[in-house]
């Protein structure tokens, strides 16, 4: 008899805190949706990890002990959180053993990886998730997420006369197909996984973030009319955080791999 779940003591929610700001709302709604899946699974005891965190990653929202796995800490030290464990290394060569954690996240990384790595950062991913444990992976995906890099890669051109960092390289190593990426991760989590697709992030809520925040449409009225407040930060995360709607920018793949056979 296969049972569905490990039998483990579950806590009411994952200990969470949002402090919210105009600079990082783009990453609270990307972390949100993410611990809202892992709170089905949530135990105290839980081990996980994150690949490509950087040196926050996901404990800048979650109070719990995380692994991260990332080749350059260094670039995104003004996010560093004591909750972090930092292990140097490539995604498509995790320095886990295998079966070694309850619960892997990946947000936002594997579209910055070339092509022909992708599957294998997936591979990766699921060959160190335990029996039981979940796996969910972020990233922006078809022709409508392809076409808001655009818009708003030309968009910051326009404005600050440089290239946006992260839109402009989605635009050159060309962003992952969602089909295929869950095509991927079906074969390496074996035919008793399950795997499903989640849209996040509607284009229409992209592009009011993306418009205030990051092209500042409508400064200097914003500062004046105290949009770059934290009170505004957070009246508008509540509003997106529940936003529903297609087509999407981003993509969310979940696989649960399934305990061995009793």
Same mark, same amino acid.
């Given at each position: $008899?296969?049972?569905?779940?490990p039998p483990?003591? @579950?806590?009411?929610?994952?200990?969470?805190?949002?402090?919210?700001?105009?600079?990082?709302?783009?990453?609270?709604?990307?972390? *949100?949706?993410?611990?809202?899946?892992?709170?089905?699974?949530?135990? #105290?005891?839980?081990?996980?990890?994150?690949?490509?965190?950087?040196?926050?990653?996901?404990?800048?929202?979650?109070?719990?002990?995380?692994?991260? @796995? #990332?080749?350059?800490?260094?670039?995104?030290?003004?996010?560093a959180?004591?909750?972090?464990?930092?292990?140097?290394?490539?995604?498509?060569?995790?320095?886990?053993?295998?079966?070694?954690?309850?619960?892997?996240?990946?947000?936002? $990384?594997?579209?910055?990886?070339?092509?022909?790595?992708?599957?294998?950062?997936?591979?990766? $991913?699921?060959?160190?998730?335990?029996?039981?444990?979940?796996?969910?992976?972020?990233?922006?995906?078809?022709?409508?997420?392809?076409?808001? #890099?655009?818009?708003?890669?030309?968009?910051?051109?326009?404005r600050?006369?440089?290239?946006?960092?992260?839109?402009?390289? *989605?635009?050159?190593?060309?962003?992952?197909?969602?089909a295929?990426?869950a095509?991927?991760?079906?074969?390496?989590?074996?035919?008793?996984?399950?795997?499903?697709?989640v849209?996040?992030?509607?284009?229409?809520a992209?592009?009011?973030? *993306?418009g205030l925040?990051?092209?500042?449409?409508?400064?200097?009225?914003?500062?004046?009319?105290?949009?770059?407040?934290r009170?505004?930060?957070?009246?508008?995360?509540e509003?997106?955080?529940?936003?529903?709607?297609r087509?999407?920018?981003?993509?969310?793949?979940?696989? #649960?791999?399934?305990?061995?056979?009793?």
């Open positions: $008899m296969r049972r569905l779940y483990a003591p @579950v806590a009411a929610a994952p200990p969470t805190t949002f402090r919210l700001t105009s600079r990082n709302l783009d990453t609270a709604l990307r972390y *949100h949706a993410v611990l809202e899946l892992l709170a089905e699974r949530w135990r #105290d005891d839980l081990e996980i990890l994150e690949v490509g965190s950087g040196s926050g990653g996901v404990t800048e929202f979650l109070r719990h002990p995380v692994t991260g @796995v #990332d080749p350059a800490f260094e670039r995104t030290t003004e996010r959180s004591p909750w972090l464990k930092k292990r140097a290394g490539s995604a498509t060569a995790l320095p886990a053993a295998d079966a070694s954690f309850d619960a892997v996240l990946s947000l936002e $990384m594997i579209e910055h990886l070339q092509a022909g790595d992708r599957s294998s950062a997936l591979s990766e $991913m699921v060959r160190v998730l335990r029996p039981g444990g979940r796996l969910i992976v972020t990233f922006p995906a078809g022709a409508e997420a392809e076409r808001l #890099d655009r818009w708003l890669n030309d968009r910051f051109r326009a600050r006369g440089r290239e946006h960092p992260w839109a402009a390289e *989605h635009l050159r190593e060309g962003l992952p197909d969602v295929e990426m095509g991927a991760l079906a074969r390496a989590g074996g035919p008793l996984a399950t795997v499903r697709v849209d996040n992030l509607p284009a229409w992209f592009r009011v973030e *993306h925040y990051t092209l500042g449409f409508g400064d200097p009225f914003m500062t004046l009319a105290g949009l770059r407040t009170p505004v930060a957070r009246a508008l995360f509003c997106l955080r529940r936003a529903r709607g087509p999407a920018y981003r993509a969310v793949l979940v696989l #649960d791999k399934p305990l061995a056979p009793a």
